[in-house]
């Protein structure tokens, strides 16, 4: 099986900044895209970044200019860097990857992270 670890949320006054971290784990044979999302109370789920396996990266234009997403490829990990936190950036953050893994046949399957709760108070 394949899980997805995340760490690196907490709580943060308005202005600073966390680093969310998810490392993938298992007998993992290719990574696409991998991507954060987030889930605010009472909101639907939604996409905050994603980079695909070349380096590509898009945002959603509520966290451009502030948040930036990476990935080392070597460490099956991506990170999401996010500074000048507002208020609304609260929610459970959420890794997701698009994996091709030894036992899950021949098409790459989507794999979902924990949570990690961030907390920004004003």
């Known amino acids: 099986q394949v899980q997805l670890v995340e760490s690196g949320g907490g709580l943060v006054q308005a202005g600073g900044s966390l680093r969310l971290s998810c490392a993938a784990s298992?007998?993992?044979?290719?990574?696409?895209?991998m991507g954060w999302y987030r889930q605010a109370p009472g909101k639907q789920r939604e996409l905050v970044a994603v980079?695909?396996?070349?380096?590509?990266?898009n945002y959603a234009d509520s966290v451009k200019g502030r948040f930036t997403i990476s990935r080392d490829n070597a460490k099956n990990t991506v990170y999401l860097q996010m500074t000048s936190l507002k208020p609304e950036d609260t929610a459970v953050y959420y890794c997701?990857?698009?994996?091709?893994?030894?036992?899950?046949?021949?098409?790459?399957?989507?794999?979902w992270g924990q949570g990690t709760q961030v907390t920004v108070s004003s």
């Open positions: 298992g007998i993992i044979l290719s990574i696409n895209a």
């Open positions: 980079i695909t396996s070349g380096g590509t990266t």
């Open positions: 997701n990857a698009n994996i091709l893994w030894s036992f899950g046949g021949i098409r790459p399957q989507d794999f």
